[in-house]
């Protein structure tokens, strides 16, 4: 995937544009160790929260390709045959209903994420009529014939916050506000499949990180099988 790409997916995620329906999720301790999860229908969220938990998505497609994203590619015995395509291909043909699919993934991650704080696991699918665009780059939304359907999974820290002053209006002074446990930008991500040429890449995704000089080897080896893509700063340095 190129930036255009990218950027032509992020657009979507707000609430007059996206066709998410639902936003599932898991609660991961220090421990790793499955806390709860979760099913959230998007129509019944105040459209704050919906904005909140497509912000929180979207973010899993920050920065640009070769820093913050990085291609990974899957080799024709993987896509052909093997439990880690096919369990993301499961994901994405179930609309993530699946929820035996869900659980494995969510495992997946919980056994090889290793962060120094509470996370959220945040999983989404989206599937886009894809417009046709121009030679001039204008899109024709009445002209496209092709559609996107892709899995987006953000994962993302659980902090808790410090305590402050608060002013509470009724009582026209301020008072402390104890600690709350926040949802921080998220730390790393995925998309499934990745969109080439503006076209579905069976044999592609797209993977992100927060920090260009960590990626997360034992995250990528159980969720992808594949060798862990050099950091974006020793490719550079390289």
């Not at 993530?96 to 959220?120: F, Q, T």
């Amino acid at each position: 995937m190129i930036d255009k790409e990218v950027a032509e997916l992020r657009r979507r995620y707000r609430s007059d544009k996206s066709n998410i329906t639902k936003i599932y999720g898991c609660y991961v301790n220090l421990k790793g160790e499955i806390v709860t999860t979760f099913a959230e229908s998007m129509s019944l969220l105040p459209v704050e929260e919906q904005e909140k938990y497509l912000e929180l998505l979207k973010k899993a497609m920050s920065g640009s390709v070769g820093r913050t994203l990085t291609n990974i590619e899957f080799s024709t015995k993987q896509v052909a045959d093997s439990p880690e395509h096919r369990l993301l291909s499961t994901l994405r043909s179930s609309a993530l209903s699946d929820e035996e699919a869900r659980n494995s993934l969510y495992e997946k991650i919980a056994g090889s994420l290793h962060l120094p704080v509470h996370y959220l696991i945040l999983l989404s699918y989206d599937s886009y009529d894809v417009p046709y665009r121009s030679r001039d780059g204008e899109f024709q939304q009445d002209a496209g014939d092709s559609q996107f359907s892709y899995v987006l999974c953000s994962v993302c820290p659980v902090k808790e916050s410090k305590p402050v002053l608060r002013y509470e209006g009724a009582e026209k002074a301020f008072h402390n506000r104890g600690t709350e446990w926040v949802v921080a930008a998220p730390e790393v991500g995925f998309l499934f499949p990745a969109f080439d040429d503006r076209a579905t890449n069976l044999y592609g995704a797209l993977y992100y990180t927060r920090n260009q000089g960590v990626e997360y080897d034992e995250l990528v080896s159980a969720v992808f099988n594949t060798r862990p893509p050099m950091p974006p700063l020793a490719q550079r340095e390289s």
